[in-house]
C-alpha cells in the first residue's frame, strides 16, 4: 500500500510539474521581438486577460518599413495563451494588419528572459524569439 500511496504522488508530481513551470516564470511584462514578423519589429506588453486564467499581448512599440505606429500601436496581438501541462502556452496570434486570419499559436518559455513561438494557419506558419526587457 505503500508503495501504490508513493507512485501516485510521483505520478501527479510528474503531471503537474510542467504546470508549475509556466506559473512559476510568468510570461507578464515587457518582451522585444528578436526578429521582425511580417517588416514589423515590436515591444510587446503581456498581461492577463480580462478574466485572468490566460495571457494575452499588445504591441507597445513597433518599426519597421510602411510602417503607420500610430494605427498599430496597442492593437492585441496575441490572445487567449492558455498554459499547458507540457510548460508551452497556446493561443491566438492576429496580426494587426492585412487580411490573414488569427493564427494557431504556441509560446514556449525557453527561460525567464526568452520566449520561442509558432503560429500556423493551413500550413502557413511564422515563428520567432522573444526577449524579456527590464
Partial sequence: MRHLSLSLISVCCALFAPLSFASANSLTGYWRMDNPL????AVLEVYSCQGGDTFCAKISAVVG???DRHSIL???LLRDLKPQRDGTFKGKL???KGRMPALNTTVEPKDDDSLSFKACFLGQCRSGTLSRLY
Fill in 38 to 41: 511580417e517588416g514589423m519589429q
Fill in 65 to 67: 518599413p510602411d510602417i
Fill in 74 to 76: 496597442n492593437s492585441e
Fill in 94 to 96: 492576429k496580426m494587426p
